[in-house]
């Protein structure tokens, strides 16, 4: 989403929930998509198996569809979920959920708007 995936937090190009039961993250692209597959950067300079267990959904109004979640592989910094594959997922958001710290560094949401 930033265009930053240095792997860094002192970059700048990482954020973290603050390690609740319940923590996420949403990104709501104000349209319509048929989501395909989330990309995400984990971080490199530390605590790398904060990403492990992260799920990734697609939202759609109060429907949320659960397109997979993250098992963390050490030496792995790019982990890439499959929404739905060709067809993809309808949606206008992507919701990432985890309990405990989530660092994520960047992500990449591919999909194809709908259009009238």
Request: net charge neutral.
């Amino acid at each position: 989403v930033s265009t930053q995936s240095t792997g860094r937090y002192s970059y700048n190009s990482c954020t973290h929930t603050v390690g609740g039961s319940n923590d996420w993250r949403r990104l709501n692209l104000g349209q319509q998509y048929h989501f395909s597959k989330v990309v995400s950067y984990n971080r490199q300079d530390c605590c790398q198996n904060r990403i492990n267990g992260a799920t990734v959904s697609t939202v759609l109004g109060s429907q949320k569809t659960e397109c997979g979640t993250v098992a963390y592989q050490g030496g792995t910094n790019v982990y890439e979920i499959v929404c739905g594959g060709t067809t993809g997922n309808l949606a206008d958001s992507i919701k990432i959920e985890k309990s405990g710290i989530n660092t994520l560094c960047e992500v990449e949401v591919y999909g194809s708007p709908i259009t009238e």
